[in-house]
C-alpha cells in the first residue's frame, strides 16, 4: 500500500501545497510519526496527478520562479475518505537503535552502560524540551477548540509524541537506578 500517497492527500485536502510545502510538512508536523524524504514527495505528487487524485496549478513567484500548487480533486477527498475509514493491522514496533544495545548490556562494561544510558536520557529529553516549546506555539497558533478543526490533529499527534518521551524518559531512569544498584 502506498501510504505516502495518502499522507499527501491528507495535507493537500487540509489547503492547497506545493510540493516544497509538502515537504516541510514532513519535517515539521508529521516528523513524530511519519517520515518521507524530498525524493519521494515529487514522485509521488505525479502519480498522484496522473492517477486524477490531485490536481496543479503553476503559479509566479517572484518574477520567474515557477511553481506547482497542488489541490485535491473530489475523487482524491472520495480516496482519502475511503482509506481514513478502513481498519488497518497494528503495525510492527517500530525499530529503536538503544533498546537493541540494551538488549545486549550484559556484554558491556558498567561505565559504559551507564554512559549509553546517559547520553540516551540526554537526547530524549532534549526532545521532550522541544516538543513541550512546539505544544506552547501549537496553542498560540491553531485552533484546537473542535474535532474538525485541522489543529486538534496536530495537537492530538504532538501530545502523543510528548507522552511517548515522558515514558521513555521514565523507564530510562528506572533503568539507571538498577543499573546503579
Known sequence: MRTLKYAILGLINRNPLTGYDITKEFNSGLVEFWYAKHSQIYPELKK????????????????????????????GRKSLQKWLSKDDPLE???????KLKAYFCDEMDHDTLIKQFKNTLTKHMERLEYLENSMDELLKTKDISTL?????????????????EKSYIEWLEDCLKKIHS
Open 48 to 75: 498522484l496527478t496522473d492517477e486524477g487524485l490531485i490536481s496543479y496549478e503553476t503559479v509566479i513567484q517572484g518574477e520567474k520562479l515557477e511553481k506547482k500548487l497542488y489541490s485535491i480533486t473530489e475523487k
Open 148 to 164: 474538525s478543526s485541522p489543529g486538534f490533529g496536530d495537537y492530538i499527534i504532538l501530545n502523543g509524541a510528548i507522552m511517548r
Open 92 to 98: 510492527p514496533t517500530p525499530k529503536d537503535i538503544f
